[in-house]
Every structure is written in structure tokens, then in C-alpha cells.
């Protein structure tokens, strides 16, 4: 009997201890699959891809593989005043012609879509972010994805510690709202990436953290995507 109860302690104290490391590593596992299909899906159906990416109010992480023909293009300024009051398919609406020449405006079609666990408060199991000014992140980069920015705007209160904030964790994320944090990546029907939001145009970063205490100093895991070859690496 004893050692049975002994058993489920442990099980429960892995169970607890572990759910930060496992979403960390479900969340960045998932985010570099929907990068690659992002690709592939520009490519076979000849229309742009883009892969947006932003934190809700609640604090949650939501990824959408959006499908949105270029009628017209989005301008950088466009881009970084997006309204996401009503999600990023009406954020990204455009205009199609109709066989009898009617202009109409269609929202952009959500291809894919992941919802990755977050969570504001220190002790409680989820994803965090590393602030990419941390002195634990190596720097640069191995090559070749060297010239990838390793800062954000943003600054977390210790960089060196897991933040609830994805805009210090994200290279490309923007906040011109004040409410929701975003960054999109464009995938072209020729294969190319680009980065359209924020200024790190040579690539993506992101870097994932559990977000609890007891985790706190587990190695972050960083998803570097370069631009305009599009690899996709998971350091």
C-alpha cells in the first residue's frame, strides 16, 4: 500500500511539473507543422498563404493558416493596423469579381487553425514566452540562420524569466491596438516567405517557455523561420 501511494505522488508531482515542458513543446511542434503546410498549400493552389498569429485578450495564443488572394494587396501600413475586433478573416477581407462582373467583398478563407494553451498567471501550467533579450537564448543563432533579430520591441520586467507577453517573445508580433498582439507571415506560390508585419525582415522568431514556477529554468525552445527560403528550424 505504501508503495503504491508513494508511486501516485510521484505520478501526480510529474503530471504537475511536466505540463508547462509538454505544451511548450506541443505548441512549438504544431506551429512548425502549420509553417510547413503553409507552404505547400501556396504552392499547390498558386495563391498566397499567410500564417497569423495572435494573443487574445484572455491571453491565449490562436494560429490561423489564412488563404488570401492579393485583390487588392495589404500595404505595410495596412498590415500594421489591422482590426481584429472580428477575427482575422474579416481583418483580411477582399474583393472578388463575380461572373457577372460584380465586385463583392468575401472574408479570407481560414485554411487551418491551432489553439495553443496560455495563461497570465505564474503558477499555473501553460505556455509562456522568453523575452528574446535573455541571456539564456545563444547568440547568434548557428548559422544559417545567423542574421535572424534576436530582440522585440517589447522588454519584459526580467528577461531572463517566462513572460505571459508574446511581444517579447516574438521578433515580427506588432500591438498597434493595444489589445491584441499579432504577426503574419507570408507564404508565396513560388515557395518564399516573407515577413509582414513588424521589422525583421531577414526572419521569424518566436521563443516558447513553460510557464511555471517550478519549470521556470527549463531551456526555452526557439522556432527560427528565415526568410525568404522559408526553413523552418526548432532550436
Known amino acids: 500500500m505504501v508503495i ?3 508511486l501516485a505522488a510521484l505520478a501526480g508531482l510529474s503530471g504537475v511539473y511536466g505540463l508547462g515542458r509538454a505544451r511548450m513543446n506541443t505548441a512549438v511542434f504544431d506551429l512548425a507543422a502549420l509553417i510547413s503546410r503553409g507552404q505547400l498549400r501556396a504552392m499547390s493552389r498558386g495563391a498566397p498563404h499567410y500564417l497569423f498569429i495572435h494573443q487574445t485578450a484572455d491571453g491565449r495564443l490562436r494560429v ?3 488563404e488570401r488572394p492579393d485583390s487588392p494587396a495589404l500595404s505595410p501600413a495596412q498590415w500594421a493596423s489591422l482590426d481584429l475586433t472580428q477575427g482575422p478573416g474579416k481583418a483580411l477581407a477582399f474583393t472578388r ?3 457577372d462582373g460584380t465586385q ?3 472574408h479570407a478563407l481560414v485554411a487551418d487553425h491551432l489553439v495553443l494553451g496560455g495563461s497570465t498567471g505564474p503558477d499555473t501550467g501553460g505556455l509562456a514566452f522568453l523575452d528574446l533579450d535573455s541571456q539564456r537564448i545563444q547568440r547568434p543563432l548557428p548559422a544559417p540562420f545567423s542574421a535572424l533579430a534576436l530582440s522585440t520591441a517589447a522588454t519584459a520586467t526580467d528577461v531572463d524569466r517566462p513572460t505571459a ?3 517579447a517573445g516574438c521578433n515580427f508580433c506588432i ?3 493595444g489589445s491584441e498582439p499579432y504577426g503574419a507571415l507570408r507564404f508565396n506560390p513560388d515557395g518564399t516567405l516573407e515577413v ?4 525583421a525582415r531577414s526572419g521569424a522568431v518566436i521563443a516558447f517557455a513553460p510557464n511555471t514556477q517550478a519549470e521556470a529554468d527549463i531551456v526555452p525552445k526557439l522556432l527560427a523561420v528565415s526568410a525568404p527560403a522559408g526553413a ?3 532550436f
Open 175 to 177: 500591438n498597434p491596438s
Open 4 to 6: 503504491v501511494l508513494v
Open 232 to 234: 523552418t528550424v526548432i
Open 97 to 99: 469579381t463575380l461572373p
Open 196 to 199: 509582414v508585419t513588424g521589422s
Open 64 to 66: 490561423q493558416l489564412i
Open 165 to 167: 507577453d508574446l511581444l
Open 104 to 106: 463583392v467583398q468575401s
